[in-house]
């Protein structure tokens, strides 16, 4: 039996950044949310294999044209090296020179208007647009980007080994692989001058700087040619890492990078601009040329009081209890006095007193597991939270949900009736809500939270059946790195533990809500992450979970 281990600068507003005027355009927001799951992720492999059989058949029509554009090529070169280099009486040959006026007004014409090159481009296009609904949108791409730069800081990774394909990190002066995954690709300069951009574009210059200069690096090694399916190019990226460079106060590096770029684009008049103030910035504060002083710093969040916390309990256990330090902590097999537990008692590890945290290991069978996400899959829609009086799609929260009725398949109602004799609650309709199905996508994670409500305008109190006094938290799925349930105040975490279950109380016996139990779902950092949460209010429990004056029990 496994058990788990425990100076400030004036800034010039009239330095022009790149894109300025397109970003005054409005341009209304896509509904992509395909980075939330991972399972959407890995629906979007088929549509690309139907994309590449489009491009398949233009690969072959388009090598039959070229063709035979290369036998026309040889034919008239042919003729003007046998021909027409040849005496000027060839010309006095009427077959001779009509065929010449014959190519040039007719032949010419029909090669470089080809009705065939037409045809073949429109016919991809229209492949292209039949699976375009099933492609991700432009909300996709920043999302997953957005997920890169999660798990860079939650884990404390580098840009450049991201870039390698690798999840690296720095201790003690030398760079660490932390987790080497099975399947890798490394990345283009494209593809990190677009997680540049997408930091660039919400100012935040922390992320955009570091990897811009990788993107720069990379197009450098790849000779700065533009390729046609890239969106980026050296210029571009010098272009946004200069302005970044001079947003975090590194003006003198600003300069070097602006004068760079003029020797692609001598001409280029926004450039020439913020060049002379550059120039000017240096000349009147001389304090800023000195790049080695400016530190950059990360943008403050809203969990910034408890972000060190929750990014160390990521990254480790936390001071994860010992149970030979701690009495109250145990393993055992456990039947909680249910008949339907005797010949197959459950496998229970006591991880917390306070907050009382119980894993029960082999919850659900492995076809159980695969039963539910099965189920889900079709309901799967963005994760919200509670906002105010309303519920809301939020970045701290990148997941898809599905709930499901004990109705919806005897699976569900085994797992329901599986809960309540270990929990000894009562989940009929409606002191338990459905049991709610979540898969994480690119970097998907639940910042720090509470289960239960702690404003009295939250949503969960139209259910008129009080507040969530317990969560249950089955694990689906096995993670390759990352996932784990950090306990932030409580200062320990837990691992995805496959297909075992998570147990907690939300409230004190006196109805107040348990701060001890503030939690977080740490980003997935490789692997598919499904969890099934079942969340018990209060009425309905009055004989199961008894009331107490006493706040600590």
């Given at each position: 039996m496994t058990w788990i281990a425990s100076g400030k600068i004036s800034i010039?507003?009239?330095?022009?950044?790149?894109?300025?005027?397109?970003?005054?355009?409005?341009v209304p927001p896509l509904s992509g949310e395909m980075y939330t799951s991972v399972k959407n992720m890995q629906q979007v492999?088929?549509?690309?294999?139907?994309?590449?059989?489009?491009?398949?058949?233009?690969?072959?029509?388009?090598?039959?044209?070229?063709?035979?554009i290369k036998r026309f090529y040889a034919r008239v070169s042919a003729l003007h090296s046998e021909v027409y280099n040849g005496p000027e009486t060839a010309m006095a040959n009427p077959l001779?020179?009509?065929?010449?006026?014959?190519?040039?007004?007719?032949?010419?014409?029909?090669?470089?208007?080809?009705?065939?090159?037409?045809?073949?481009?429109?016919?991809?296009?229209?492949?292209?647009?039949?699976?375009?609904?099933?492609?991700?949108?432009?909300?996709?791409l920043q999302g997953a980007a957005r997920g890169l730069m999660r798990l860079q800081d939650v884990y404390a990774l580098r840009v450049d080994g991201l870039a390698s394909g690798h999840f690296r990190t720095a201790s003690g002066g030398d760079t660490v692989d932390i987790y080497r995954p099975t399947v890798s690709v490394p990345l283009s300069g494209d593809d990190c001058f677009l997680v540049g951009k997408v930091a660039y574009e919400q100012e935040d210059y922390y992320h955009s700087v570091q990897w811009l200069e990788e993107a720069v690096r990379l197009f450098r090694e790849e000779g700065g040619d533009w390729v046609p399916e890239n969106e980026g190019t050296l210029e571009d990226t010098l272009d946004h890492l200069a302005f970044s460079h001079f947003k975090t106060g590194n003006v003198s590096y600003a300069l070097s990078l602006s004068r760079e770029l003029l020797r692609y684009d001598p001409s280029n008049v926004r450039v020439l601009r913020n060049v002379e103030k550059y120039e000017k910035l240096l000349v009147a504060s001389p304090a800023l040329d000195s790049p080695e002083k400016i530190a950059l710093r990360r943008p403050n969040t809203t969990y910034l009081s408890t972000r060190n916390t929750?990014?160390?309990?990521?990254?480790?256990?936390?001071?994860?209890?010992?149970?030979?330090?701690?009495?109250?902590?145990?393993?055992?097999?456990?039947?909680?006095?249910?008949?339907?537990?005797?010949?197959?008692?459950?496998?229970?590890?006591?991880?917390s007193v306070r907050p009382y945290v119980v894993l029960y290991h082999s919850f659900v069978t492995s076809g159980e597991a695969e039963s539910i996400r099965h189920l889900a899959h079709p309901g799967?829609?963005?994760?919200?939270?509670?906002?105010?009086?309303?519920?809301?799609?939020?970045?701290?929260?990148?997941?898809?949900?599905?709930?499901?009725?004990?109705?919806?398949?005897?699976?569900?109602?085994?797992?329901?009736?599986?809960?309540?004799a270990l929990t000894g609650?009562?989940?009929?309709?409606?002191?338990?809500?459905?049991?709610?199905?979540?898969?994480?996508?690119?970097?998907?994670?639940?910042?720090?939270?509470?289960?239960?409500?702690?404003?009295?305008?939250?949503?969960?109190?139209?259910?008129?059946?009080g507040n969530r006094v317990a969560t249950f938290m089955i694990y689906l799925s096995s993670v390759e790195a990352g996932g784990s349930t950090a306990f932030i105040y409580a200062n320990f975490s837990i691992p995805v533990v496959e297909n075992a279950a998570l147990f907690w109380w939300n409230l004190h016996r006196n109805g107040q809500g348990n701060g001890d139990?503030?939690?977080?779902?740490?980003?997935?950092?490789?692997?598919?992450?499904?969890v099934a949460n079942k969340w018990v209010h209060e009425h309905g429990q009055e004989f199961q979970r008894r009331c107490s004056p006493n706040p600590e029990e």
């Open positions: 010039d507003w009239k330095i022009i950044p790149v894109w300025s005027v397109i970003n005054l355009i409005f492999i088929s549509v690309e294999k139907e994309l590449l059989n489009h491009l398949r058949t233009y690969i072959e029509d388009e090598t039959l044209r070229l063709n035979d001779v020179a009509f065929t010449l006026i014959k190519r040039l007004q007719s032949e010419w014409m029909n090669i470089v208007y080809s009705n065939e090159a037409k045809e073949n481009a429109e016919a991809f296009r229209a492949g292209y647009e039949k699976e375009e609904s099933g492609l991700p949108k432009s909300e996709d929750y990014e160390w309990l990521c990254q480790t256990l936390g001071s994860q209890p010992k149970h030979y330090e701690n009495p109250g902590l145990f393993c055992d097999s456990f039947t909680n006095g249910s008949p339907s537990l005797l010949l197959k008692p459950m496998r229970r590890e006591v991880v799967l829609r963005r994760s919200v939270v509670a906002s105010g009086e309303k519920q809301a799609t939020a970045e701290y929260r990148i997941s898809k949900s599905a709930w499901l009725k004990e109705t919806a398949h005897p699976v569900v109602e085994r797992v329901d009736q599986r809960i309540a609650l009562n989940l009929q309709q409606p002191y338990a809500e459905y049991l709610q199905v979540v898969n994480y996508g690119i970097g998907g994670h639940y910042e720090p939270h509470f289960d239960h409500a702690t404003s009295a305008s939250s949503p969960l109190y139209r259910l008129k059946t139990t503030l939690h977080a779902g740490c980003p997935v950092l490789v692997g598919d992450k499904w």
